[in-house]
């Protein structure tokens, strides 16, 4: 099922509109490319419900914002809404501030997002539970992690994904966990931004979004896995995850895909 994905994006090559973070906005556009699909980055407010208009997914990522950034992405997404493609927000340090929490709120209240990606104390911001985040790293978050993931789903009829150690993907009713991954994924910035790229790539071709999210993990984990052979740190690991994620074939997927559906 998940290289069948991969093939189709591949073969597809859906155009992802992305109003991002401008720090990770290059490997954004870059993780994108190496998987087959095509990036395209428009922020300004005067066209960016036009490029949603010709686009196959959203993706909103709030690390950056600005208050008219968010009027950019709120027209692009009520577009996006128009021509029933999906939109992943990336919830990007809310819990830090006020302004980011209200505007995610916002962003949520105004546009129908098809999957929600934060890490544990932004999920639990959104869902209205205790959470502490510092930046953009989750502190603390009080309750039970796939609970608050189910509650944050079913309130907003979308896919929830708490990424972490181990991933946490919801529809409300469904859980999976994905195991994939590798610490070193934690030693350079953007991994968080690409996933989502990731994620909004996959979902472009896959109307299940449970699904479409899962194999978007397992993906990203297996290379980020593969590409510790020949790594001797941050630089040289981030290099070949892009030779990695582009080299994925069935085999590679199919032998070292790990996750599960907790009943």
């Known amino acids: 099922m998940i290289y069948e994905l991969l093939a189709k994006i591949k073969k597809t090559k859906p155009l992802i509109h992305h109003i991002t973070n401008w720090v990770t ?3 954004c ?3 994108v490319r190496a998987i087959g699909a095509l990036p395209v980055m428009a922020h300004a407010k005067e066209e960016s ?3 949603s208009a010709i686009a196959q997914a959203l993706v909103l990522n709030i690390g950056t914002l600005t208050p008219t950034l968010v009027e950019s992405m709120i027209s692009a997404g009520k577009k996006a809404n128009e021509k029933n493609i ?3 927000l990336d919830a990007v340090g809310v819990g830090a501030t006020k302004l980011r929490t209200d505007k995610a709120l916002e962003i949520l209240d105004k546009v129908k997002v098809s999957i929600i990606k934060g890490n544990a104390s932004e999920i639990g911001t959104l869902a209205g539970v205790k959470a502490e985040t510092k930046g953009v790293e989750s502190i603390n978050v009080e ?4 609970e608050i993931a189910k509650k944050l789903a079913k309130k907003r009829n979308a896919v929830v994904v708490i990424t972490g150690k181990e991933d946490i993907v919801t529809n409300g009713e ?3 966990i994905v195991k994939n991954g590798h610490d070193m994924l934690s030693k350079f910035v953007g991994t968080g931004c690409m996933v989502a790229s990731l994620i909004g790539s ?3 071709i896959e109307k299940d979004y449970l699904k479409a999210a899962v194999a978007a993990l397992v993906c990203f984990g297996i290379a980020g896995e593969l590409a510790t052979k020949e790594s001797r740190g941050p630089g ?3 290099e070949n995850f892009y030779d990695e994620i582009f080299n994925l074939d069935k085999n590679k997927i199919e032998k070292l895909k790990n996750f599960e559906e907790i009943k």
Not at 143 to 146: E, Q
């Open 236 to 238: 040289s690991y981030k």
């Open 174 to 176: 469904k859980v999976f």
């Open 25 to 27: 906005i290059y490997d």
């Open 202 to 204: 996959f979902a472009s």
């Open 86 to 88: 999906p939109i992943v």
């Open 29 to 31: 556009a870059n993780i």
């Open 143 to 146: 309750g039970n992690l796939i």
């Open 49 to 51: 419900a036009d490029m």
